[in-house]
């Protein structure tokens, strides 16, 4: 058991041990296959990046969508001899654009990241998913199998091919599902998987790629991504791992990278394990203003969330670095990403000590920023991010929600983690009707996150006029964006209300009871100020008021009749998700 090298020690040993430090530029979209800020790979933005502290760069983007066409997969890149392709054919069509043209020019990209890299002396990663199986497209059948010996060969010579062309890149990172990669199931149509679990299976693969990186990198190291499987899966894969040359990366919790939730028992037990027997992990989060989590805002700050996840992360023992998940733009003002930079140079900075010296730069409005971020981090923080998946992604809400009772819609894809341990951080991982406790729980943590935003807003209007000029539009910019999110977080929470606020009246109907004058009253208030709500988005100054008919034909009808009303609104009737499925209370 080797546990003696410095790779193996984490944070939790020493604080000051954190050897990774890894960023990249760029901020993808997750929903198209287009950059939303794209940033130039220069040698000034590098150098922001090792300014703040980071000492290593992800070569790729990497996201699902290939936004720009960015590398998601290696044969993006790379291709096998002809003598060697016609023995191991690729057997599953690229969803990149396979032109050589193309290939071309992504890999003359790769080659000047390098140079900038090399140049600036920083350490790369080139992250990829494997085997490519078009992400889900064949289920749990795919084809490029890793239980083929033959799918394992063709990943070794690509491996020692994309070795051959770019001798500068020091790691790789490996995806085993998403990222375009699939896996067998145990229990799918497989004849070479069917009742194989799959630790059995997958290890072998990872082992057989690290060993082919490491003799093209000795010092370098196979970072694998234990991404969609079950907490038990990574646990029994992490004992079955080689340690030589072979790390973990692991999202913060197993559920995803969430600002607000870093560091649960999977996490903690996964590096345990792993710190065990002598493998690195590298713990991905959230550094920067974007995040998939906040699509597509892109300039809210919340600096002491950023710096109380970095220390939940870094405290575990066997962490020793800190991954970026989402995407940087290190040429604007970010006060998370400037945080970041701050516990890179003292990870045992305190709170106050941070916030007085990221403030700093703005002069006499110290004080007001300061004020302004701990309100903004805390308002992120009572969000109730784990009501579902689709609560990610917040900006794609739309405030003229469906009138149909509210439900909260759950993610499930058919992978092992979504089918296990993911309910163990997400409330609803199904469509069914929650319980109407479980409507109010969501609303009342919304509008305590919505009164927490309005109050950083009126600490930031006060701070506007007293910042330098540089800083005045990123503020005015964040201010913009804090807005839209807490007119979203209060349409979800009048949508719940108003859902039960009509359970209470159907019961008192059933029950032969009249209708209670409070509630009644207090539901047509609730529907006029999400009409309101609705109507304080719409762009400024608007040509003309825009309607959201529905609410004011809704409105119209309580008021004029109740019982009508009760028998079409704010039922489970089954309607058509005509507001996205971001809009997580709308059916």
């Not at 405030?399 to 009772?405: G, I, T």
């Not at 894809?413 to 341990?421: A, E, I, V």
Request: charged share 25%; proline share 8%.
């Amino acid at each position: 058991m080797k546990t003696d090298s410095p790779a193996s020690r984490g944070c939790g040993e020493d604080e000051h041990a954190l050897q990774y430090k890894v960023g990249f530029l760029g901020i993808p979209d997750s929903t198209k296959g287009e950059m939303r800020v794209p940033v130039p790979w220069n040698a000034e933005n590098l150098g922001r990046l090792k300014a703040l502290g980071f000492n290593a760069i992800q070569l790729n983007v990497a996201w699902g969508p290939r936004p720009a066409d960015e590398p998601l997969n290696i044969e993006d890149v790379v291709e096998l001899p002809p003598d060697q392709e016609r023995r191991l054919p690729q057997s599953v069509p690229l969803r990149c654009d396979p032109s050589p043209q193309r290939r071309r020019q992504r890999k003359a990209d790769l080659r000047e990241r390098l140079d900038l890299c090399r140049q600036a002396g920083l350490r790369t990663i080139f992250h990829f998913g494997a085997p490519y199986n078009a992400h889900c497209r064949y289920g749990d059948g795919p084809p490029n199998c890793i239980s083929d010996p033959k799918v394992a060969e063709r990943y070794v010579l690509l491996l020692d091919r994309f070795a051959d062309e770019f001798t500068d890149v020091d790691d790789i990172l490996v995806y085993t599902y998403d990222q375009d990669a699939w896996l067998c199931s145990e229990f799918g149509p497989c004849p070479r998987c069917l009742g194989v679990p799959l630790h059995e299976r997958l290890t072998p693969f990872l082992n057989e790629l690290a060993k082919a990186w490491w003799r093209h990198s000795p010092q370098g190291r196979l970072w694998w991504e234990p991404w969609e499987l079950s907490a038990g899966q990574v646990l029994r894969c992490v004992e079955r791992l080689q340690p030589e040359g072979l790390g973990l990366a692991l999202h913060s919790n197993i559920a995803e990278v969430m600002a607000t939730h870093p560091v649960d028992r999977w996490f903690k037990n996964t590096c345990g394990l792993a710190l065990r027997w002598g493998i690195p992990v590298v713990a991905e989060c959230f550094l920067g203003a974007s995040s998939e989590e906040l699509e597509p805002f892109l300039n809210l700050a919340h600096p002491l969330v950023t710096l109380r996840a970095l220390k939940a992360l870094t405290a575990v023992p066997g962490v020793v670095g800190i991954k970026e998940y989402y995407g940087l733009a290190p040429d604007r003002e970010d006060p998370n990403l400037r945080m970041a930079g701050l516990f890179f140079a003292n990870p045992r900075i305190t709170e106050d000590e941070a916030l007085r010296d990221l403030a700093r730069p703005y002069g006499k409005a110290v004080g007001k920023m300061t004020a302004f971020w701990r309100l903004a981090g805390e308002a992120m923080e009572l969000f109730p991010w784990e009501t579902s998946w689709f609560v990610r992604e917040v900006g794609r809400s739309r405030p003229d929600h469906s009138l149909a009772a509210a439900f909260l819609r759950g993610q499930q894809c058919h992978t092992p983690s979504w089918f296990s341990t993911r309910h163990a951080i997400f409330m609803k991982t199904d469509d069914a009707q929650p319980d109407p406790w479980m409507l109010e729980d969501v609303q009342l943590r919304c509008e305590l996150a919505a009164e927490r935003m309005g109050e950083a807003l009126e600490a930031a209007t006060e701070a506007r006029g007293a910042v330098p000029a540089e800083f005045s539009e990123r503020l005015a910019a964040n201010m913009a964006d804090l807005g839209r999110f807490r007119r979203r977080a209060l349409a979800y929470a009048y949508h719940l209300r108003e859902t039960n606020l009509a359970t209470v009246m159907r019961v008192a109907r059933k029950a032969g009871q009249k209708l209670p004058d409070r509630v009644t009253a207090e539901l047509l208030a609730a529907m006029q100020a999400d009409l309101d709500n609705y109507r304080a988005d719409q762009p400024s100054p608007a040509p003309t008021l825009l309607a959201w008919q529905d609410m004011e034909e809704a409105i119209a009808l309580l008021r004029r009749s109740p019982d009508e009303f009760l028998e079409d609104y704010f039922t489970e009737k089954a309607r058509p998700p005509s507001k996205g499925v971001f809009s997580v209370t709308s059916r």
